[in-house]
Structures are given as C-alpha cells and as structure tokens.
C-alpha cells in the first residue's frame, strides 16, 4: 500500500530565503510525482508533474526532483515571497495508469516579510 | 479554457440528511475523481468515474456514491449525513490518455453537517 510523507508538517522563512520541501513515497514503482498548493479553504493548484523517467522539472521559481530508487522527491523554491505562504502537497498514483492519487498531509509554509 | 467548476460551493446540512455534490470537468476530458479532505485524515480519494463508468473506488461506505453523465459532468451523493462526514469535497478532471496526465483540481464544496 503507497504512502506518502511530508516533512516538516510546517515551516516559517524569511522572505527572499531558498528552501526545500520533501517527499517520500513507500513503494518506488510510481508513475510520476504531482506537486501541488493549496491556499486555505480552497483547491489545489498543480505546480509540477514530473514523469517516473524524468529526474527534475521546472517552473519559474519552483524546481521538482524525482529519485525513485530512494522513494524521495523535493520541491526546492527560490528567493521565497509572502505570496507563496500556502500547504504543499505531494501526490503519487496508487497503482500504475490509475488515475487515484495517495497524497501526503502537506508542508504548510509561512514567508514572512 | 474554463477550469473545473464545482457547485455549490458551500452547504450546510443536519444530519440525516443526504446531499448531491455536482462536478464539471475541463472540457475535454473524460476522467472525473472526487476526494475528500478533512484536517484529521488529510486528502483521501472517492471514486473516479470515466466514460460514464466507475473505474476506482477508495475506502468509504456504501452512503457515498456518484455518478458521471455522457457530457462527463459527476455528481456525487452522500445518503444519511454523519457529522464526521463534514469536510471539503474536491474533484478533480483530467485527460486521462496516459500514465503521466495532470490532474485539474476545482475549488471544491465546503459540506457542513449539524
């Protein structure tokens, strides 16, 4: 049975700090790897996919690495702002080609000012 | 293109009651799944449906239920309301051509049960 964890389960910065963010799943034999934000009381907002043969995705200020071997991904975000304060959230497929996803609990991150 | 809309957004119920969740997909894409969010239990996945047909199912009792019409719209029903049954409601659509499609997730509906 996949699971997915998160750690830390919250993390305060200072704006224009570098961080990281991880990931880990129990089974390796994943399809790809979905990071997402959500902002409270609302849904998620798809931030990066990175596909099982892929070993790094990138988006603006927000970099993905996938290492499936090690069950392990990172969500490395750059020259933080206040407007990323949100959770994040990893998510894997449960099985492969199935569309249901095993989410961890998220990282709820603060950039404060 | 319109993103995944989901009505309404907020419900307030009593228990006992049953509620219809509705769900609209990206257009284009045929695979809706619902999941359930709580802050205890965090996000656990419903069902999906595609083509008109339940192709997942995750660990909830027979009160919840859904369904997807041929223009891939999705509802989903929950029969006689619990109070542990209050949480955000999110579903989400996607293509579903391949192992590596992105999942659009809407706003989601906030159920109250009293």
């Known amino acids: 049975k996949q699971e997915v964890t998160q750690i830390p389960a919250a993390l305060s910065v200072p704006e224009g700090e570098n961080l990281v963010l991880n990931c880990s799943f129990t089974d390796s034999a994943i399809y790809n790897l979905q990071w997402f934000r959500q902002d409270p009381g609302k849904g998620l907002t798809s931030l990066l996919l990175?596909?099982?043969?892929?070993r790094e995705q990138t988006s603006g200020r927000l970099n993905a690495s996938l290492d499936k071997s090690s069950g392990r991904s990172t969500l490395y975000i750059a020259a933080s702002q206040p407007g990323d304060s949100a959770t994040y959230l990893c998510?894997?497929?449960?099985?492969?080609?199935?569309?249901?996803?095993?989410f961890g609990k998220g990282t709820k991150l603060t950039v404060n000012p | 293109k319109a993103g995944v809309t989901q009505t309404p957004r907020y419900l307030i119920k009593t228990r006992g009651q049953q509620v219809t969740l509705s769900c609209s997909p990206i257009?284009?894409?045929?695979?809706v799944s619902w999941y359930q969010q709580t802050p205890g239990q965090g996000l656990q996945f419903l069902f999906e449906y595609f083509s008109e047909t339940q192709r997942n199912k995750g660990n909830f009792p027979g009160r919840f239920s859904g369904r997807q019409f041929s223009n891939s719209r999705s509802e989903m029903n929950v029969s006689t309301l619990e109070l542990g049954d209050s949480a955000l409601y999110l579903c989400a659509s996607s293509l579903r051509t391949s192992d590596t499609d992105t999942q659009y997730f809407g706003p989601g509906t906030r159920l109250t049960v009293l």
């Open positions: 257009s284009g894409h045929r695979s």
């Open positions: 990175i596909q099982s043969s892929q």
């Open positions: 998510a894997v497929p449960s099985q492969g080609g199935s569309e249901k996803l095993v």
